[in-house]
Each structure stands twice: as C-alpha cells, then as structure tokens.
C-alpha cells in the first residue's frame, strides 16, 4: 500500500463528533511523524493536526485546539482524528499524510505526492 487511506466521515450537526481513521503503513511503519490535512472547495489545503511517533507530542492549528485530538495506534499502523464540537467551517475534505511542523504551522513534507482519496466531513448548521 503506497497511499494512505482515509475514512470514518460523513455528514453531522454543528456540535457533533466525528473519529476519522487513516492507515497508511509505508509511512507509520517508519516512524514518520503524521498529520491530518483538511481542503474545502475553493481554499488551499491546511494542515490541522500532527503528532510525533515517538513520545506522542501532538500539534494543532489553532482552529481546531481544544476540539481536536490527534492519536495514533502504533500496533495497527492506524492514525486518528477525533473530532467535537465540529463547526460548520470543519467542513472540508480530510487527509492523512507525512508531516512536519514549521513555523507553527503542520505541513506536508517536502516531495510528497501520494495523496489518498481523502474522507469527507460535512457539518451543517
């Protein structure tokens, strides 16, 4: 498997919760710290969540602190997004992929191109 592969969205109301999954073994099986990405029609695509393999350190866009809790199952090369409190704004397309963090923001790592199908997440008002 080269590509992630995501899932676990779907459509809620504002204030609900979501858990997104995304296994992606030729990249959690060495270690790369990972990270939740987000796109919504017409916006650049924006790195909401990261988390370091190694001691668990997470990092959040401020949008999403408090609300988001990024997580990852070593054993079964699985990465989580649980999200609460989802607003009408989380409404976008949510992938996984390699991370890093730089200047306080989470973005992808240089030279990735294996973007997964992503999952949506539409939250209504």
């Known amino acids: 498997q080269v590509q992630p592969v995501e899932s676990g969205g779907g459509s809620v109301q504002a204030g609900g919760s979501l858990r997104l999954s995304c296994t992606a073994s030729?990249?959690?099986?060495?270690?790369?710290?990972m990270g939740w990405f987000r796109q919504a029609p017409g916006k650049e695509r924006e790195g909401v969540a990261a988390?370091?393999?190694?001691?668990?350190?997470?990092y959040y866009a401020d949008s999403v602190k408090g609300r988001f809790t990024i997580s990852q199952d070593n054993a079964k090369n699985t990465l989580y997004l649980q999200m609460n409190s989802l607003k009408p704004e989380d409404t976008a397309m949510y992938y996984c992929?390699?991370?890093?963090?730089?200047?306080?923001?989470?973005?992808?790592?240089?030279?990735?191109?294996?973007w997964g199908q992503g999952t949506q997440v539409t939250v209504s008002s």
């Open positions: 992929a390699p991370a890093r963090v730089s200047g306080g923001l989470v973005r992808v790592i240089p030279g990735f191109t294996d």
């Open positions: 030729k990249y959690t099986a060495d270690s790369y710290r």
């Open positions: 988390i370091y393999p190694i001691g668990g350190t997470t």
